[in-house]
């Protein structure tokens, strides 16, 4: 999937804004001016939250109490639209081609994202679980039917972690 459009209402310093993209789009700008918070907006969308932080207040423009995320895809003439709105509360409302949805999962798959972070550059140094996950998510990009059997390895662990 290709993202066409991205908008983003009250996400980081962001009040309304709006990019398109087209075939390779260079993303420019001086030092503090948003770029990686496109970025992370495009990651947010995808996973539900940032790469930078779990906490959802230090993405809501300061003075609101909600942002919004919007993106239009394309992928060989099949378009969906796409839109994720967390609050300060705590509420997230996800929506795929005008469907609510309870789950981030179908967002997930159609706009897959992996971030690599100056943080990832340290995988050697980190631990075995964090390396694990950069793995996982190599693998369900290629394999996105491998998320079902995560999920239900994780679940099983934990079972067994609670049992233990």
């Given amino acids: 999937m290709q993202i066409q ?16 993209f087209s075939n390779i789009t260079v993303i420019a700008g001086k030092n503090g001016s948003g770029k990686t918070s496109i970025l992370e907006a495009i990651y947010t ?80 140094k980190q631990p075995a679980s964090i390396r694990r996950n950069l793995l996982d998510w190599g693998v369900y990009y290629q394999e996105p039917g491998f998320i079902k059997y995560l999920q239900g390895a994780k679940r099983v662990l934990k079972q067994r972690n609670i049992l233990l």
């Fill in 45 to 124: 969308l995808s996973r539900g939250y940032s790469f930078n932080t779990r906490q959802i207040n230090p993405l809501i423009n300061i003075g609101e109490s909600e942002f919004t995320i919007f993106a239009k895809l394309n992928n060989n003439n099949n378009t969906h639209l796409i839109g994720l709105a967390k609050s300060s509360a705590g509420n997230t409302k996800r929506r795929l081609d005008h469907e609510n949805l309870n789950s981030q999962a179908p967002i997930l798959d159609k706009l897959p994202v992996l971030a690599i972070t100056a943080q990832r550059f340290n995988l050697l």
């Fill in 5 to 20: 459009e991205l908008i983003l209402t009250n996400f980081r310093k962001f009040n309304n804004f709006k990019i398109k």
